[in-house]
């Protein structure tokens, strides 16, 4: 889990928002962090940068290869 945390870290310094935010949700599950990583972020940026950042995690959020998006899916399903 450390090494994940390390990694998205390094990701953030490279600027890679992608793929920080996709081990911050997928590997460490750790939502709060990914949402406060966009905030962090985008803290100087315009509005237009601080939406991208966020679209960008929701996307990863609804990324259809999330097990939680395909569990949850299947679990509604049961419903209809």
Same mark, same amino acid.
């Given at each position: ?20 935010? @996709? #081990?911050?949700?997928?590997? +460490? ?6 949402? *406060?990583?966009?905030? &962090?972020?985008? !803290? ?7 939406? @991208? #950042?966020?679209?960008?995690? +929701? ?6 290869? *999330?097990?939680?998006? &395909?569990?949850? !899916? ?7």
């Amino acid at each position: 889990m450390l090494l994940s945390f390390n990694v998205a870290c390094d990701c953030m310094q490279l600027g890679e928002h992608e793929r920080a935010l @996709r #081990l911050l949700v997928h590997k +460490l599950r750790d939502f709060p962090k990914a949402e *406060n990583y966009c905030l &962090i972020n985008t !803290s100087e940026s315009d509005v237009a940068e601080r939406a @991208r #950042l966020f679209h960008m995690l +929701l996307s990863v959020y609804l990324d259809p290869n *999330n097990e939680f998006v &395909i569990y949850y !899916s299947l679990y509604f399903q049961s419903f209809l």
